[in-house]
């Protein structure tokens, strides 16, 4: 698995966009990056899933330059329905079948 | 409909007693998971099966047991109940394992188990 880095905490604005990014120096040729949202009691949420370049959906952005040794999870205008917390997750264990879920990032979003 | 749902949500319970939570998926998803997220946040895997089948069994106590009687439910069974064992438990569940792009994790509510 590779270890992965970023901020523990972020706070912004409504109407915002935030930027969260993510460090995984040591990512493996064949590993995909992903991220998940979790809000306050409840499980962990798909956003977005990318392998290089940027890939876009309705809820969010990902950046992912061309050595892939970080990635940017994007969100346009945040809403105060966007705090949450987020997770970076690159690759899984040998198996394909582990996912471990590190701090993430807690977002805050204020009026 | 709730694709991944876990009971009961709250479950509170006294030291060495023995409980139990229930997970369903109507996903049809073949793999799924238990997770234990505890008071600083960490989500660990602790058990994945796959067809029923056991593929991973991460370091946890024997005191938990997974059981999972058909592709749709997988419940765990936590015998002796300690005090460290109090944490939100969830379940989760995907199709195939969680390589590649199609491995997106379905997780539910969770469970919220606290041990006097």
């Known amino acids: 698995l590779a270890k992965t880095t970023q901020p523990i905490s972020m706070d912004s604005y409504e109407g915002q966009e935030v930027n969260i990014t993510c460090s995984h120096n040591?990512?493996?040729?064949?590993?995909?990056i992903t991220w998940y949202q979790q809000f306050p009691s409840q499980g962990p949420r798909f956003i977005i899933q990318g392998y290089k370049t940027k890939v876009t959906n309705e809820v969010a952005s990902l950046f992912i330059p061309a050595d892939r040794k970080s990635s940017t999870l994007s969100l346009p205008r945040v809403s105060l329905s966007d705090t949450a917390v987020y997770y970076c997750?690159?690759?899984?264990?040998?198996?394909?079948?582990?996912?471990?879920f590190g701090k993430g990032t807690s977002l805050l979003v204020t009026p | 409909d709730t694709a991944v749902s876990q009971t009961p949500k709250y479950l509170v319970t006294q030291m060495g007693n023995d409980k139990s939570i229930k997970c369903e998926q109507n996903?049809?998803?073949?793999?799924m998971y238990w997770y234990k997220q505890d008071s600083k946040k960490f989500l660990k895997i602790m058990f994945s099966y796959n067809n029923k089948e056991l593929i991973i069994n991460e370091t946890v106590p024997n005191r938990f047991s997974p059981k999972s009687p058909d592709k749709a439910h997988l419940n765990l069974h936590i015998n002796s109940l300690e005090l460290g064992d109090s944490a939100v438990y969830f379940c989760?569940?995907?199709?195939?394992?969680?390589?590649?792009?199609?491995?997106?994790?379905?997780f539910g509510e969770g469970s919220r188990l606290t041990v006097l």
């Open positions: 040591n990512i493996a040729t064949n590993d995909y």
């Open positions: 989760a569940s995907s199709q195939g394992g969680v390589v590649g792009i199609n491995g997106e994790l379905f």
């Open positions: 997750l690159v690759g899984t264990d040998p198996s394909g079948y582990a996912l471990n």
């Open positions: 996903l049809g998803h073949d793999t």
